[in-house]
């Protein structure tokens, strides 16, 4: 296939995938039931976070963990108490738990109050063109407060060679425009050209099968080799073909 075909094909399957029937069955239907820009971030970071596994099971987990914050999940990360935070600690996701949940409402208190959130230490620590550096310093301050060790697994950092596909996904949910009603847009400060694309076995695999990764792992070097040919379909927004290469694997078996 040359280029131009495969750029064409992939342009179709975007559109066919970036339109409101994508979030029916996608985890980003979490941060879309909210309005307020923090309840957005925080309820996207902490549904991204636990967003492995059966799908099913982790719309319903993110829905509870909701649920568990009083569907106002900026409210409860800036004023829990204690007790709140007790009331966290039968919640599990797979290897993630009430006491990882725990330290993550503190830790985003931490950063609203003093890094000016989420999207401020990502804006503030982007490089010119790659949020993979910026993901690691992200996780350096994430863990400034004292944890448990097993907690920092489930923050990826992409310069020890992880693809880190979970915070690439939350990345894309905040950054990409909001135009087809999939992705929110609310960061303004970072253009969608240093986008990632949340690199899993479904997008690695078809991305293979395209020619477009010839690496085996799904780690940061693939994700580094994916990104530079997705970048050259589309450099201002190469993270579109997320759409294209997970809907290809997920719902048409490519």
């Given at each position: ?51 492995w596994g059966n799908r099913k099971s982790i719309i319903n ?166 990104d530079a040919n997705l970048r050259k379909l589309d450099p ?19």
């Amino acid at each position: 296939m040359t280029k131009a075909a495969l750029k064409e094909f992939l342009d179709e399957k975007v559109m066919a995938y970036n339109n409101p029937k994508f979030l029916e069955s996608d985890p980003i239907q979490i941060p879309h039931g909210f309005h307020r820009k923090e309840d957005v971030e925080i309820s996207a970071f902490l549904t991204a976070t636990i967003a492995w596994g059966n799908r099913k099971s982790i719309i319903n987990n993110s829905r509870k963990l909701m649920r568990l914050m009083d569907e106002s999940p900026f409210e409860f990360v800036m004023h829990h108490t204690e007790d709140d935070l007790h009331h966290l600690q039968d919640f599990v996701h797979r290897t993630f738990n009430g006491l990882d949940l725990a330290f993550f409402v503190n830790s985003l208190q931490h950063i609203y109050k003093n890094h000016d959130g989420l999207e401020g230490i990502f804006t503030k620590y982007q490089e010119k063109d790659s949020l993979q550096p910026t993901i690691s310093k992200f996780k350096e301050i994430f863990f400034e407060l004292p944890h448990q060790t097993r907690t920092t697994k489930h923050v990826s950092d992409p310069l020890k060679g992880s693809a880190a596909k979970r915070i690439n996904m939350f990345l894309r949910w905040m950054v990409r425009d909001a135009n087809t009603d999939v992705d929110f847009g609310l960061w303004k400060h970072i253009p969608a050209s240093k986008l990632s694309c949340p690199l899993d076995v479904h997008s690695g695999n078809v991305a293979r099968k395209l020619k477009l990764l010839k690496r085996k792992q799904n780690d940061a070097k693939a994700l580094a080799e994916l990104d530079a040919n997705l970048r050259k379909l589309d450099p201002l927004d190469p993270v579109k073909y997320d759409f294209a290469l997970f809907g290809l694997g997920v719902f048409e078996k490519f």
